[in-house]
């Protein structure tokens, strides 16, 4: 079945199928904006599950997309993840805020071992980015 999530698409709203697409165990980019306005992209774990609230990914709390992050303020840092598998795409746009707690920590860490199969190493600076989503975007 192919689903298809224009700009407008509310965050609340995607269908069975662009919610399996990201239950499957894909690489995603992250896209912040460094202080000069450019792009910054990287390679990063996510997970979503909308019911359960924002879309989640664990990093060290002195990567660069945590200093994006954080550099934006209290209103947090408009952010986009992505992820592809040939002709299927599904984009996530929304605000990203640093989180330290343990639990929250510690969710993160679980769900990221359910949808990628593999615990994550340990990590004392570890913190979870997360992101209210906004936008859904894709095909699937």
């Given at each position: 079945?192919?689903?298809?999530?224009?700009?407008?698409?509310?965050?609340?709203?995607?269908?069975?199928?662009?919610?399996?697409?990201?239950?499957?165990?894909?690489?995603?980019?992250?896209?912040?904006?460094?202080?000069?306005?450019?792009?910054?992209?990287?390679?990063?774990?996510?997970?979503?599950?909308?019911?359960?609230?924002?879309?989640?990914?664990?990093?060290?709390?002195?990567?660069?997309?945590?200093?994006?992050?954080?550099?934006?303020?209290?209103?947090?840092?408009?952010?986009?993840?992505?992820?592809?598998?040939?002709?299927?795409?599904?984009?996530?746009?929304?605000?990203?805020?640093?989180?330290?707690?343990?639990?929250?920590?510690?969710?993160?860490?679980?769900?990221?071992?359910?949808?990628?199969?593999?615990?994550?190493?340990?990590?004392?600076?570890?913190?979870?980015?997360?992101?209210?989503?906004?936008?859904?975007?894709?095909?699937t």
């Amino acid at each position: 079945m192919t689903s298809l999530h224009l700009d407008s698409a509310p965050a609340g709203d995607p269908d069975a199928s662009y919610l399996a697409f990201w239950r499957e165990r894909h690489l995603c980019t992250l896209t912040t904006v460094r202080p000069d306005g450019s792009p910054h992209v990287v390679p990063v774990g996510v997970t979503y599950d909308p019911e359960a609230g924002p879309a989640r990914m664990i990093t060290s709390r002195d990567s660069a997309k945590v200093r994006h992050t954080r550099a934006a303020g209290p209103d947090g840092a408009r952010v986009a993840v992505c992820q592809v598998d040939g002709r299927r795409w599904a984009t996530l746009e929304g605000r990203a805020f640093v989180r330290t707690d343990p639990e929250r920590v510690a969710d993160a860490e679980r769900r990221y071992a359910e949808r990628y199969q593999r615990v994550p190493s340990p990590n004392p600076s570890r913190v979870v980015i997360e992101i209210t989503v906004t936008n859904t975007l894709g095909r699937t």
